[in-house]
Nanobody, 123 residues
């Protein structure tokens, strides 16, 4: 399984970005996919998760109402639409996959990780 994340960049507070995570190597209908983020000097934290098979989603409280996770089955791609970005949203964003149809907010539960994409939000 390989995950490639991209779409990060530098934006101003209040603007939007869409991250993409392209998955390859398996049929992902039985997977759960998530986005985590890590700010400098801080631990990696959960942002959003989606059950690839049934589309059930969950979000961290800090991003709820501003971020949307979705998937495109035909493209084997998971997206994270980030609106109304705040400086505290800045960090490296990682996509992750686990071979279970059970959503989890714990990084330790994920088996595969992408390389990360940097998001910078200026105030």
């Amino acid at each position: 399984v390989q995950l490639q994340a991209f779409g990060g960049g530098l934006v101003q507070a209040g603007e939007s970005l869409r991250l993409s995570c392209v998955a390859s190597g398996r049929t992902f209908s039985s997977y759960t996919m998530a986005w985590f983020r890590q700010a400098p000097g801080k631990e990696r934290e959960f942002a959003a998760v989606i059950n690839w098979g049934n589309g059930i989603t969950a979000y961290a409280e800090s991003v709820k109402g501003r971020f949307t996770i979705s998937r495109d089955n035909a493209r084997n791609t998971v997206y994270l639409q980030m609106n109304s970005l705040k400086p505290e949203d800045a960090g490296v964003y990682y996509c992750a996959a686990r071979f279970l149809r059970v959503v989890s907010t714990w990084a330790k539960d994920y088996d595969y990780w992408g390389q990360g994409t940097q998001v910078t939000v200026s105030s």
